[in-house]
């Protein structure tokens, strides 16, 4: 494997909001001629930890330096003779993963949140010797949300230099989507959703994982288990309450228009979704494509957690998705 860690750790992103942050080179070795550089920005869900990308991006290097040997040996001048490095970076949102919980409720708020996304790009993926990259936003369940309002705040750059969006196990407006997310929530004192959580953890693994997953891959359901038991379920109140669930996004406005960029909006967002998903059911994850004008690419045997069950067929999918956009660049 070629990934170089970089990046492990808490940084203060503004005064009193510490977060851990995770930055990895992946398929950083030169083993052919071109060699294009991007950043990829992961965004976790609700209440989720960055943890859960792990998977994928070891999965994307293995992808990608397997590319890369392969088209090492073929002719000079061949189009697929082109290296691709990513810079991964990642982070726990505060109170999640590994990030300091704040006990103001007023801290969880996606106003807050894109305020760090916000820094976060600027103060560190946007680095003096990286600030000419493209960069490709990937978002999961409810984390697309808050990359979707850093792209439409009204102070944001012009957006040449955005590649895509990779939207995974998300939805748009759709009817399950616009309530006030679990009302259990927002109704039960915390103490009785502590004594609830082994349950509510059941549940998760329950509708979260496809049945495939949970008779294939028994140590992944444990090891989620141990996981979600763990979650501060005030927290989980926290973000739960602070969501704009209503909140209208307008597609059209995500990315560059196609004359500014010479290239269609839909070939610039990769969605994907868990065939399995009973947590934002796939045709959820269709009216979002349709909303977005794009396909959405269905993984079999996965459900809302398909960066752990599927990291291998992820990583195809996005891969080939980041070299697509990477060559339409080079064209025009």
Request: hydrophobic content about 35%.
């Given at each position: 494997?070629?990934?170089?860690?970089?990046?492990?750790?808490?940084?203060?992103?503004?005064?009193?909001?510490?977060?851990?942050?995770?930055?990895?080179?992946?398929?950083?070795?030169?083993?052919?001629?071109?060699?294009?550089?991007?950043?990829?920005?992961c965004?976790?869900?609700?209440?989720?930890?960055?943890?859960?990308?792990?998977?994928?991006?070891?999965?994307?290097?293995?992808?990608?330096?397997?590319?890369?040997?392969?088209?090492?040996?073929?002719?000079?001048?061949?189009?697929?003779?082109?290296?691709?490095?990513?810079?991964?970076?990642?982070?726990?949102?505060?109170?999640?993963?590994?990030?300091?919980?704040?006990?103001?409720?007023?801290?969880?708020?996606?106003?807050?949140?894109?305020?760090?996304?916000?820094i976060?790009?600027?103060?560190?993926?946007?680095?003096?010797?990286?600030q000419?990259?493209?960069?490709?936003?990937?978002?999961?369940?409810?984390?697309?949300?808050?990359?979707?309002?850093?792209?439409?705040?009204?102070?944001?750059?012009?957006?040449?230099?955005?590649?895509?969006?990779?939207?995974?196990s998300?939805?748009?407006?759709?009817?399950?989507?616009?309530?006030?997310?679990?009302?259990?929530?927002?109704?039960?004192?915390?103490?009785?959703?502590?004594?609830?959580?082994?349950m509510?953890?059941?549940?998760?693994?329950?509708?979260?994982?496809?049945?495939?997953?949970?008779?294939?891959?028994?140590?992944?359901?444990?090891?989620?288990?141990?996981?979600?038991?763990?979650?501060?379920?005030?927290t989980?109140?926290?973000?739960?309450?602070?969501?704009?669930?209503?909140?209208?996004?307008?597609?059209?406005?995500?990315?560059?228009?196609?004359?500014?960029?010479?290239?269609?909006?839909?070939?610039?967002i990769?969605?994907?979704?868990?065939?399995?998903?009973?947590?934002?059911?796939?045709?959820?994850?269709?009216?979002?494509?349709?909303?977005?004008?794009?396909?959405?690419?269905?993984?079999?045997?996965?459900?809302?957690?398909?960066?752990?069950?599927?990291?291998?067929?992820?990583?195809?999918?996005?891969?080939?998705?980041?070299?697509?956009?990477?060559?339409?660049?080079?064209?025009?």
């Amino acid at each position: 494997m070629t990934i170089q860690q970089i990046q492990d750790e808490w940084i203060e992103i503004r005064p009193g909001r510490k977060l851990f942050v995770r930055h990895w080179i992946l398929n950083s070795a030169e083993a052919v001629k071109k060699t294009t550089t991007i950043n990829l920005v992961c965004v976790h869900g609700t209440a989720a930890s960055q943890e859960q990308y792990l998977p994928l991006w070891k999965a994307l290097d293995t992808t990608a330096t397997t590319s890369s040997s392969s088209s090492s040996s073929s002719k000079e001048g061949d189009d697929d003779n082109h290296n691709i490095c990513i810079h991964v970076w990642a982070y726990d949102a505060v109170g999640c993963g590994k990030s300091p919980k704040l006990e103001n409720s007023s801290s969880y708020t996606d106003d807050e949140q894109v305020q760090d996304l916000t820094i976060l790009i600027e103060n560190h993926v946007q680095q003096q010797k990286q600030q000419n990259h493209t960069t490709y936003f990937m978002g999961h369940s409810y984390g697309p949300t808050w990359i979707y309002k850093y792209l439409l705040r009204p102070q944001q750059q012009p957006k040449n230099n955005i590649g895509g969006l990779i939207l995974i196990s998300s939805g748009l407006r759709c009817q399950e989507l616009v309530v006030c997310g679990p009302k259990i929530f927002h109704y039960l004192p915390l103490w009785l959703l502590n004594c609830m959580q082994p349950m509510l953890t059941a549940n998760f693994l329950k509708i979260g994982f496809s049945p495939t997953t949970h008779k294939e891959q028994p140590e992944l359901i444990e090891a989620a288990k141990s996981d979600n038991n763990q979650n501060d379920m005030q927290t989980c109140v926290y973000y739960y309450q602070a969501h704009d669930w209503l909140a209208h996004v307008n597609p059209s406005e995500l990315l560059p228009s196609s004359s500014s960029s010479n290239r269609s909006k839909s070939s610039s967002i990769l969605v994907l979704h868990g065939t399995d998903d009973e947590m934002v059911p796939i045709h959820c994850g269709q009216a979002l494509a349709n909303a977005l004008e794009t396909d959405l690419v269905s993984v079999p045997n996965a459900s809302h957690m398909v960066l752990l069950e599927q990291p291998q067929i992820l990583a195809q999918h996005i891969l080939a998705f980041i070299k697509k956009q990477q060559q339409q660049q080079q064209e025009h």
